[in-house]
């Protein structure tokens, strides 16, 4: 997207590889974070096989992961809140199309609150061939919650930077609950006031909340 002042802000983490051919690159792992702010968490310059994030808490309008390269990568989520944030990913597809690129998202316990204004659990930047790579996305999710005002899937314009609803019907979406829950305390950087206090039937109780820990 041609906003500079987007641009401006640099990604928490960029991943950019040099040599991707190593038996073991390629993959990471993220745990014990806290992210706040407007840029995103993790931005993907590079192509990477298997991300992992950990009890991770991502505060603030930003994504939580950028993907600017084409992928073939596995994403793992466990333990996850996203508190008025961005798109939890945001995929620069532009006009390009896909050829053997493809997302699989495993979320498991975490919580997703993301302001519809900001983007979706998913958000295809492009404008000519989102259709296409929407369903290179699949997305499977165990004991997660998402708030209810959250948009499931947005796209974002190119050349506005305006982010529309886009219709989630055709996606690849498993186990994801989205409903109404309260945090425990004020948006801040203690990762207690992020639990989720109360929700009314989208968890499993017998293992405790989702989210953060």
Do not use: Y
């Not at 500079?4 to 590889?17: G, L, N, T, Y």
């Not at 944030?85 to 975490?110: F, M, N, Y």
């Not at 993301?114 to 290179?136: E, N, Y």
Request: charged fraction near 25%; include cysteine; glycine fraction near 8%.
């Amino acid at each position: 997207v041609d906003d500079p002042a987007r641009d401006a802000v640099p990604a928490a983490i960029c991943w950019k590889v040099p040599d991707a051919a190593g038996a073991r690159s390629g993959r990471a792992l993220l745990e014990n974070v806290v992210v706040l702010g407007t840029s995103c968490a993790l931005e993907l310059r590079s192509s990477a096989k298997q991300i992992t994030l950990r009890n991770v808490l991502r505060l603030g309008t930003g994504p939580l992961l950028q993907v600017v390269a084409r992928q073939k990568l596995e994403l793992q989520l466990e333990h996850v809140t996203c508190r008025q944030s961005g798109s939890l990913l945001r995929w620069e597809v532009l006009d390009q199309k896909p050829t053997d690129d493809h997302i699989r998202l495993e979320a498991r316990d975490c919580v997703f609150d993301i302001l519809p204004t900001h983007g979706g659990l998913l958000d295809f930047v492009g404008q000519q061939h989102v259709a296409d790579w929407s369903k290179r996305v699949k997305m499977v999710g165990d004991n997660c919650l998402v708030a209810e005002q959250s948009e499931v899937a947005v796209r974002t314009s190119i050349t506005t930077a305006e982010c529309v609803p886009w219709d989630s019907s055709e996606l690849e979406l498993e186990g994801i609950t989205q409903e109404r829950f309260t945090f425990a305390g004020p948006f801040g950087l203690q990762p207690g006031d992020s639990a989720v206090q109360q929700n009314r039937n989208g968890v499993d109780s017998s293992r405790g909340l989702p989210g953060v820990i």
